[in-house]
């Protein structure tokens, strides 16, 4: 493993406070609704466990998951479902939860396909931004932290499947 995790970008407590303000705004907005929270495997599943258990009201989790990086980390734009959803949609308000939005790619797609199943919404909440990597235009409702165009690992980010686990967003850097 030649790239390890170096200086903290986000720290934990940063992390948690943001968690918290996203968590409440969407409180607010989906009182009396119909909330499906959708997490894209596998890097939200940190973030998606920490929201959701902070947003008071009743809710159902599901999860997608779709080809990523690899084991690189420049995007290929090439995206895939391997795990669909297990529930039916149609109708529903529906919340898709992304650990970060680079490209815009990814979530062009998923949205895209969830949204020939006819929800009565859909928005997104991603934790991380890097608005200067945008390639297509979306619009992330519930954003964590924009953030300059690194590579970040940790809280459920990956680098060749290692580092999800820390507790902070750190920079990934050369050893
Ligand atoms: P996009 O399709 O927007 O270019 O890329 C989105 C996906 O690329 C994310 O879900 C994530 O898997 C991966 N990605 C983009 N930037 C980073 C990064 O800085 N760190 C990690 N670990 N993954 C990233």
């Known amino acids: 493993m030649k790239a390890k995790p170096g200086r903290v970008l986000i720290g934990r407590r940063e992390l948690d406070r943001r968690v ?46 779709v080809s990523s990086y690899g084991k690189d980390t420049e995007s290929s734009g090439v995206v895939r479902i391997i795990k669909d959803l297990d529930l039916d949609i149609r109708g529903r308000d529906v919340l898709l939860v992304e650990d970060i939005v680079d490209t815009g790619l990814t979530l062009q797609y998923i949205a895209r396909i969830l949204r020939q199943r006819e929800p009565a919404s859909l928005e997104i909440c991603a934790l991380l931004n ?17 953030i300059p165009p690194l590579f970040v690992v940790g ?7 290692h580092y999800r686990h820390l507790p902070y967003v750190g920079v990934l850097e050369e050893a």
């Not at 918290?20 to 890097?43: M, S």
């Open 20 to 65: 918290d303000e996203l968590a409440r705004r969407i409180t607010e907005d989906y009182r009396d609704r119909d909330l499906v929270v959708v997490g894209i495997l596998k890097g939200a599943f940190v973030f998606l466990a920490d929201l959701v258990r902070r947003v008071d009201l009743p809710l159902e989790v599901d999860f997608v998951a």
């Open 155 to 161: 809280y459920g980010l990956d680098y060749a499947e």
């Open 130 to 146: 890097k608005p200067e990597a945008r390639k297509v235009d979306i619009e992330v409702k519930y954003c964590g932290f924009d």
